[in-house]
Structure formats: C-alpha cells, structure tokens
C-alpha cells in the first residue's frame, strides 16, 4: 500500500534556527514527490516537485532534497512568517494523477 | 490573478439536506480534483477528472457525485448530507502531460453537517 509519513508532527524553532523536515515514503515506483505550505484556513500552496532522487530543489530559505525512501525539507534561518503547516504528497507510477498526502507538519517560528 | 475559486467559502447545513460545493478554474488545466481534509487524517481524494466529460472515484467516494460538463467547472453534490461529510474541502487542479501532475488548490470550502 502507498503511504506517507511526515515527521515530526510539530516543530518549534527560535529565528534564525535552521532545522528540517522529514517525509518518509513507500509507493510503487513514484512519478513525483511534492511539498506543500498551508497557511491556517487556506488552501495548500505549491512550493516543490521532485522526480528522481538525487535531485534538489530551492526557494528562498526552503531546501527540498530527494532520496529513494525520503525526503527533506530543510529551513535555513527562519523567520516568524515561514510559521505553517508543511504537507508532503506522492504521485505513483501506477495511480494516474492521484495524490498521497502525508499528514503534515506545523512548523512554528518565535521570534 | 488566475487561480481556483471555490464557493461558497463555508456552510451550515442540515442533515439530509443536499448541497453543490462549486469550484471554477481559469488555468485551462485538463485535470481537476475534490479532497477533503480532517484532522489527524490529512488530505484524501473523493473524486477526480483528467478531462471534460470523465469523472472517476478517488479515496472516499461515497456520499458524494462529481460531474464535468465543460473545462473549468468541477462541482461536487452531496445528495443527502450526513453529519460525516463535516469537513474542509479542496478543489485542484493541474495540467498533466506539461508540468507533469503538480495540483494548485484552492482556497477551500468549510462545510459543517448538523
């Protein structure tokens, strides 16, 4: 069965305390790996798609990288309004257009 | 700005009653989806279509229908509402084929069943 799963569930940082996420994965053969940023009562936000491990991909401070069992989203010096919830999908070879969510993180930045 | 609008942005309803949840994209995309998310369980996908005319069932189908009769329309009925379909849901949609599979949503209809 695909399945996704993103650790930790929560995360607290300080500004400027640099940390990642983790989505782990298990799909039968994967089209695509894609992260997500949603804001409290809005719609998920397209950040990245991965397609092969090895590849990486960056916007700002927010590093994606790709492996054949994980990825990571990783946070360079964090601001306040970096502070969502960060969703991981899969899209497998087998699935057409579905996609597989992970249940999130929620990502909270003091400062 | 393009996008996806989705209506209303939240309703009340009663049991049994039946509701459309309307969403309209203006990207000219060829595949369009409904998720709905709840707590602890994350997005799941009720029904999909890859072009006008096709609809197919995703995760949770049941107690809801889909129709596509032209591009940039995709409503989703509930033909008797249940107090289980209380939920935030997400229409999206993406162009397969070019940016192979990325979905854009929108920005949600919360939608409570008493």
């Known amino acids: 069965e695909d399945q996704v799963t993103q650790s930790p569930e929560a995360l607290r940082l300080q500004e400027g305390e640099s940390s990642s996420l983790n989505c782990s994965y298990t799909?039968?053969?994967?089209?695509?790996l894609f992260w997500y940023r949603q804001d409290p009562g809005k719609g998920p936000e397209f950040l990245f798609t991965?397609?092969?491990a090895g590849e990486e991909k960056e916007k700002e401070r927010l590093k994606a990288t790709l492996t054949k069992k994980e990825s990571f989203l990783h946070i360079t010096a964090p601001k306040p309004e970096d502070s969502a919830t960060y969703l991981c999908?899969?899209?497998?070879?087998?699935?057409?257009?579905?996609?597989?969510f992970g249940k999130g993180t929620t990502l909270s930045v003091s400062s | 700005i393009a996008g996806i609008t989705q209506a209303p942005t939240s309703q009340i309803l009663a049991a049994g009653r039946r509701m459309t949840l309307r969403c309209t994209q203006d990207?000219?995309?060829?595949?369009m989806y409904w998720y709905r998310q709840d707590l602890g369980l994350g997005l799941r996908l009720i029904h999909y279509?890859?072009?006008?005319?096709?609809?197919g069932k995703g995760e949770v189908p049941d107690g809801y229908s889909v129709s596509r009769a032209n591009t940039d329309d995709f409503p989703l009925t509930l033909a008797s509402a249940v107090p289980s379909q209380t939920s935030v849901y997400f229409c999206?949609?993406?162009?397969?084929?070019?940016?192979?599979?990325?979905?854009?949503f929108g920005p949600g209809t919360r939608l409570t069943v008493l």
């Open positions: 999206a949609s993406s162009e397969t084929g070019t940016d192979p599979d990325t979905q854009y």
């Open positions: 799909v039968s053969g994967l089209r695509g």
């Open positions: 991965l397609y092969s």
């Open positions: 999908a899969v899209q497998a070879n087998q699935a057409g257009t579905a996609l597989i």
């Open positions: 990207m000219r995309h060829n595949a």
């Open positions: 279509s890859n072009t006008a005319g096709t609809t």
